[in-house]
């Protein structure tokens, strides 16, 4: 009996808080701005306007992956807005986010304006999330 009661136990004190309202809306906000951002890339990806060929081939990529960079980050995107779903899509993103930080890299592009700018997008996604998912911030305990 004693058993069952230990385990219950450690259940229910591992079970995240509840996010208040304000935090959770903070966190919606921070994490839309990206989202937003990255659901225009793929669209932009897919519809494969002249800009975007010209930019994408200028990092050194073949034209005809554009279309598939397109799908995948929208699938990202989509998986990260889904509740259930946003860790998986924020680890994809961040993968994605940093093979843009490696291709800016690579083309010599300047740190603060390209380089980096994937950095900050995924510091938004992730801080977003940390705001609004109970489960990460439980993981990722950060005290005042």
């Not at 079970?15 to 890339?41: E, H, K, N």
């Not at 900050?120 to 109970?134: K, N, Q, S």
Request: glycine share 10%; aromatic share 10%; charged share 10%.
């Amino acid at each position: 009996m004693n058993a069952e009661y230990d385990s219950q136990s450690v259940q229910t004190s591992a079970s995240p808080a509840p996010v208040s309202q304000g935090r959770l809306w903070t966190g919606r906000i921070l994490s839309m701005l990206p989202a937003l951002f990255l659901l225009m890339d793929g669209v932009m990806k897919v519809m494969k306007p002249d800009f975007v060929v010209k930019a994408t081939v200028e990092l050194g990529y073949p034209e005809d992956v554009i279309f598939g960079l397109g799908i995948v980050v929208l699938i990202c995107v989509i998986l990260y807005i889904i509740p259930q779903t946003s860790v998986l899509g924020a680890i994809l993103l961040t993968g994605y986010l940093g093979g843009a930080v490696a291709s800016h890299l690579r083309h010599g592009d300047p740190l603060f304006s390209h380089v980096l700018s994937p950095v900050y997008f995924a510091i938004l996604l992730w801080g977003g999330l940390y705001l609004r998912e109970p489960r990460l911030s439980a993981l990722v305990p950060i005290r005042n």
